[in-house]
């Protein structure tokens, strides 16, 4: 059975650090496109950093580059997304997702998303 399961969201003061876990369970992440995404209250859904070919290829939205840095551990077989100099507008669910087609057939999932608050 497929299961991504997000973790290590929380409250934090701007300026601080984050790391975001997603365990999977089913399948083997370096053989997927993987992404963290958030949603902010009122705001559409947004890539935030995305991985692939086992990490050689990573791509960050503008917003949080340079802050930012998105990581797997295949022996844990997770990904990471370790944050950096919050800002209060870093204020979302994140949402772990992964991504391939294997010919015709397009494989999609879902984390169940992890609230991240950075507050004063």
């Known amino acids: 059975q497929v299961r991504l399961v997000e973790s290590g969201g929380g409250l934090v003061q701007p300026g601080g650090s984050l790391t975001l876990s997603c365990a999977a369970s089913?399948?083997?992440?370096?053989?997927?496109?993987m992404t963290w995404y958030r949603r902010a209250p009122g705001k559409e859904r947004e890539l935030v950093a995305s991985i692939s070919g086992a990490g050689a290829s990573t791509n960050y939205a503008d917003s949080v580059k340079d802050r930012f840095t998105i990581s797997g551990d295949n022996d844990k077989n997770t990904l990471y997304l370790h944050m950096n100099s919050l800002k209060p507008e870093d204020t979302a669910v994140y949402y772990c997702n992964a991504y391939r087609y294997r010919g015709f057939t397009k494989f999609d999932y879902w984390g169940q998303g992890t609230q991240v608050t950075v507050s004063a």
């Open positions: 089913g399948f083997t992440v370096s053989t997927y496109l």
